[in-house]
Every structure is written in C-alpha cells, then in structure tokens.
C-alpha cells in the first residue's frame, strides 16, 4: 500500500512569511508525528497526534509553530513568521498502535528553507 | 534534545566486511528502532526491538539490547556498497509515542 507522502517536497519562502506543510499518513494508522531534521540540532521530535488530538506538544519550537489533524487523517504543519533558524527538513511519520504497530514510518520529508 | 550517543559517528569499510555501530541512552525505554537515511532525506525502518528482547534478526541485520548498560548495537554482515547510508537509533518511552533519536552514524561501504 501507499507509504506517508508529504507535500512540497521542497519550499523556499522568505523570512517572515507564513508556511504550511502537509502529511498524509498510511492510510488507517492513528498516529502522526511531525520531526524535523537540521544540521546543529539533528533529529528532533515536534508535535504527536492520535486521532485528531495532540497529546504532546512539547517538540513545539516556539508558539509561531502550530500543527492540526482533520478526520483522523490529513495533518498540516503551519510556521508562521518564519526564521533562518526554521531551516531543516521536516519528517511526518505515522503508526497504529492500537493495532500492535509501534513501528513509525516516515515520509520522505519536506525541505524547508527561509531566505 | 537527543536521548544519546551513536558510535561511532562515521564508519569506513569494504564490501564484504561487517559494520557494527552502537547506541546509548539515558532512560527507561518501551522500545528502541533503527532507521537507514540516504541522502539527508527520509527514514526507512530496519528494525524494532521492545525493551523486554534483548536480540533480533532481519536478514543482514543483527540488533542486540541491553537495558541493564542502556545500549543498543546494530551489525550488518556481508556490507554492500548499497548499505552506504546514515543509520540512527531511536528510542520510545511507551508504546506509540514519541520516537528520541541518536545523533546517527554515517557508514561508508567501499566498493
């Protein structure tokens, strides 16, 4: 079946304007991540939904970072006011655990760079 | 901030030859992962191991756990050139949360 898609796959926009990036899940998993990926800081965890809720928040950089899920499905990750320091590929992955799978498969991720 | 440490940070090896890279962590964990990364981009899931296994296979891959050291080691027998790739570790706290990631090792396989 279909693995996570993510779209732009790349996005270049300018400092200070507002971003949105999306995530399509495996269709039937509950979970979805978000990670983003840069060079000083690594991998690094974001924000966490199951179902249409988020339970965790914490990896949220800042508040102009924020993240919805719809119909248990679809995510969108917004940035606003973005940063040179927003810089990075961001990750989605989703998973079923609910089902016994605990394995999170990832998306081939959106490069994001602020100008 | 990263749950550990992956050594080592890079890794040079022929074809042929084995690759072992390890991973630390520093809390109680419910599982550990390992992905492969090619070229800065996705990551593709290896293997998983639950904190209650302590050794599993998946064809050239061999993942070892021990929660007493809280380390993890990941071999790959008869490399490939293929298998050039950066590999993390990650790890989980519960069951379907969130995944803490090593700082990754970057494998070279010669030709």
């Known amino acids: 079946g279909a693995g996570v898609s993510q779209s732009p796959s790349n996005k270049v926009t300018e400092k200070g304007k507002d971003v949105e990036l999306r995530c399509d899940p495996i269709s039937g998993h509950t979970a979805l991540y978000w990670y983003r990926q840069s060079l000083g800081q690594g991998l690094e965890f974001l924000i966490y939904?199951?179902?249409?809720?988020?339970?965790?928040k914490s990896g949220l950089p800042s508040d102009r970072f924020s993240a919805e899920r719809t119909g248990g499905s679809v995510s969108t990750l917004t940035i606003q006011r973005t940063q040179q320091e927003d810089s990075a590929v961001y990750l989605c992955a989703s998973s079923a655990p609910g089902t016994g799978i605990i394995e999170q498969y990832f998306g081939p991720g959106t490069r994001l760079t602020v100008t | 901030s990263q749950q550990g440490e992956e050594d080592p940070q890079a890794l040079s090896i022929q074809e042929g030859e084995n690759a072992t890279m390890n991973c630390s962590y520093k809390?109680?964990?419910?599982?550990l992962q390992w992905y492969r990364q090619n070229s800065g981009r996705g990551l593709v899931h290896l293997i998983l191991?639950?904190?209650?296994?302590r050794e599993k296979h998946s064809g050239r891959l061999r993942v070892t756990l021990d929660t007493s050291k809280k380390s993890s080691s990941l071999l790959i027998t008869a490399s490939r050139a293929a298998d050039t790739a950066s590999y993390f570790c990650a790890t989980s706290k519960a069951a379907g949360n969130k995944l803490t990631f090593g700082g990754g090792t970057r494998v070279l396989v010669k030709p």
């Open positions: 191991i639950r904190s209650n296994e």
């Open positions: 939904f199951q179902g249409n809720s988020a339970p965790d």
């Open positions: 809390t109680s964990i419910n599982n």
